[in-house]
């Protein structure tokens, strides 16, 4: 490792650690914010400081028991803001792309510790547009579910499900949900069946436009995982660190889901082309692919939430089931019971950003949120429930995370109206160098 490589494992595990994250946790249970490690490179002190452990276990600067005496010994003993700010530094010496992607990561590592330290009443508050701004690079505003609702409301009608009926159209989006319910208990082999029809249509609509040595890099080497009272829907755990005999990477996964999930099964379709292929699973393995052969740098194996990295990735999966059938709108997918659960989909990660508006923006209380995510979004009550709560009210999650997944979806969609396929899939997946939402536009206007 250079010396820019130990700025960037020192600066990200070291926020990681500081939030009670571990990205040594085969579980999303345990990690937080550091979403991989799997270069084989060792851990920095800022993940095997004796108080790391501590914080880790305690769940770190938003843990119900904030062991003040480890985060104190931790931070007179470990350096943050000295390694962002040397990442900075090394950073200003790569080339355009590399060193706007590193700027950004560490313009988000500085503002995920300020966030820290207002929780710890150490600082000041955060500005909601200066935490939005670091990890999408836009400024936070509000959601508009007209068109996707009107869209859900006329598909649903087509498939006998009229929103004019009592309830209007929640009542219908909840009759057709019930009638396609995925049952949680089945969930790996109806996972291993949906993957394995997106694996093939990858393999049809994707892997033509990437270089062939990609080809050959599993996709979806991944499990499913049920487990019961998450706070999450779900996690995408990226492990990486799997061998073969060879030496090669395994590019392995876990996915665990929430078993109280109310989800329907083309709802469960979009998840799966989101999560594993051609969404996060493939975008990571094809990362780590891109490290080993010297063609990523080391950057690209410590990938991080709350990042501009995060915001484009968000936006890669949500556009997964588009890029695995070959499109570039809702519409143009092969089923209307497909498209209604694409909607939906979109609408959920549409309530994510409104929930974050609607909380920091504007101050209003968790249970007009829920009610208005679940009448004018049309999620589940269990997802009002954790958009507004758990999600929306976390200090750092609900003002830097929340709002990615829309930016994300609106720039890839945008990127795959524009340009064709074998220029912008590329670009995307990081065959031209990792990149970020912002960053992509130089590899495309190139």
């Given at each position: 490792?250079?010396?820019?490589?130990?700025?960037?494992?020192?600066?990200?595990l070291?926020?990681?650690?500081?939030?009670?994250?571990?990205?040594?946790?085969?579980?999303?249970?345990?990690?937080?914010?550091?979403?991989?490690?799997?270069?084989?490179?060792?851990?920095?002190?800022?993940?095997?400081?004796?108080?790391?452990?501590?914080?880790?276990?305690?769940?770190?600067?938003?843990?119900?028991?904030?062991?003040?005496?480890?985060?104190?010994?931790?931070?007179?003993?470990?350096?943050?803001?000295?390694?962002?700010?040397?990442?900075?530094?090394?950073?200003?010496g790569?080339?355009?792309?590399?060193?706007?992607?590193?700027?950004?990561?560490a313009?988000?590592?500085?503002?995920?510790?300020?966030?820290?330290?207002?929780?710890?009443?150490?600082?000041?508050?955060?500005?909601?547009?200066?935490?939005?701004?670091?990890?999408?690079?836009?400024?936070?505003?509000?959601?508009?579910p007209?068109?996707?609702?009107?869209?859900?409301?006329?598909?649903?009608?087509?498939?006998?499900y009229?929103?004019?009926?009592?309830?209007?159209?929640?009542?219908?989006v909840?009759?057709w949900?019930?009638?396609?319910?995925?049952?949680?208990?089945?969930?790996?082999?109806?996972?291993?069946?949906?993957?394995?029809?997106?694996?093939?249509?990858?393999?049809?609509?994707?892997?033509?436009?990437?270089?062939?040595?990609?080809?050959?890099?599993?996709?979806?080497?991944?499990?499913?995982l049920?487990?019961?009272?998450?706070?999450?829907?779900?996690?995408?755990?990226?492990?990486?660190?799997?061998?073969?005999?060879?030496?090669?990477?395994?590019?392995?996964?876990?996915?665990?889901?929430?078993?109280?999930?109310?989800?329907?099964?083309?709802?469960?379709?979009?998840?799966?082309?989101?999560?594993?292929?051609?969404?996060?699973?493939?975008?990571?393995?094809?990362?780590?692919?891109?490290?080993?052969?010297?063609?990523?740098?080391?950057?690209?194996?410590?990938?991080?939430?709350?990042?501009r990295?995060?915001?484009?990735?968000?936006?890669?999966?949500n556009?997964?089931?588009?890029?695995?059938?070959?499109?570039?709108?809702?519409?143009?997918?092969p089923?209307?019971d497909l498209?209604?659960?694409?909607l939906?989909a979109?609408?959920?990660?549409?309530?994510k950003?409104?929930?974050?508006?609607?909380?920091?923006?504007?101050?209003?209380?968790?249970s007009?949120?829920?009610?208005?995510?679940?009448?004018?979004?049309?999620?589940?009550?269990?997802?009002?429930?954790?958009l507004?709560?758990?999600?929306?009210?976390?200090?750092?999650?609900?003002?830097?995370y929340?709002?990615?997944?829309?930016?994300?979806?609106?720039?890839?969609?945008?990127?795959?109206?524009?340009?064709?396929?074998?220029?912008?899939?590329?670009?995307?997946?990081?065959c031209?160098?990792?990149?970020?939402?912002?960053?992509?536009?130089?590899?495309?206007?190139?």
């Open positions: 490792m250079n010396q820019l490589d130990i700025y960037v494992a020192e600066s990200v070291g926020i990681d650690t500081l939030w009670g994250g571990d990205v040594m946790c085969p579980s999303g249970t345990g990690r937080f914010i550091a979403d991989s490690w799997f270069s084989d490179e060792p851990l920095p002190a800022a993940y095997t400081h004796p108080a790391a452990a501590r914080l880790r276990a305690s769940g770190g600067v938003c843990a119900k028991v904030v062991d003040r005496d480890a985060i104190e010994t931790y931070l007179r003993d470990t350096d943050l803001p000295g390694a962002i700010a040397g990442l900075r530094r090394e950073a200003a790569c080339d355009e792309m590399r060193r706007s992607y590193l700027s950004g990561l313009l988000c590592l500085d503002t995920m510790w300020d966030l820290a330290m207002e929780v710890l009443g150490k600082g000041d508050a955060v500005p909601y547009t200066r935490a939005v701004e670091a990890s999408t690079s836009k400024p936070p505003a509000p959601s508009q007209e068109s996707k609702r009107d869209r859900v409301a006329e598909l649903l009608g087509r498939a006998g009229s929103s004019s009926q009592p309830g209007g159209i929640l009542s219908a909840d009759a949900r019930r009638d396609r319910v995925t049952p949680m208990a089945s969930v790996k082999a109806l996972g291993a069946a949906v993957i394995a029809h997106f694996d093939a249509l990858s393999a049809k609509n994707l892997i033509g436009y990437l270089p062939k040595e990609l080809a050959q890099v599993p996709r979806a080497n991944i499990e499913f049920p487990i019961k009272d998450a706070w999450f829907s779900g996690s995408m755990n990226y492990i990486g660190r799997a061998r073969t005999s060879a030496g090669a990477p395994k590019y392995e996964a876990a996915y665990e889901i929430n078993a109280s999930l109310q989800i329907s099964y083309p709802e469960s379709e979009q998840l799966v082309s989101h999560e594993v292929v051609p969404g996060h699973v493939t975008t990571f393995a094809y990362l780590q692919d891109l490290y080993v052969r010297g063609k990523a740098g080391f950057e690209a194996t410590v990938l991080t939430m709350n990042t990295a995060a915001t484009l990735f968000e936006g890669i999966a556009n997964a089931i588009l890029i695995a059938h070959g499109v570039t709108e809702v519409d143009q997918l089923d209307e498209q209604i659960g694409v939906l979109l609408l959920q990660d549409d309530a950003n409104h929930s974050s508006y609607m909380t920091w923006g504007e101050q209003r209380p968790q007009e949120i829920a009610s208005t995510l679940r009448r004018d979004f049309l999620v589940t009550e269990e997802r009002a429930d954790k507004s709560g758990a999600w929306g009210r976390h200090p750092l999650l609900g003002r830097m929340l709002p990615a997944y829309r930016c994300g979806t609106d720039k890839v969609a945008q990127l795959r109206r524009h340009y064709p396929a074998e220029c912008v899939l590329p670009a995307i997946y990081g031209k160098g990792i990149v970020d939402i912002e960053t992509v536009d130089i590899v495309l206007k190139g």
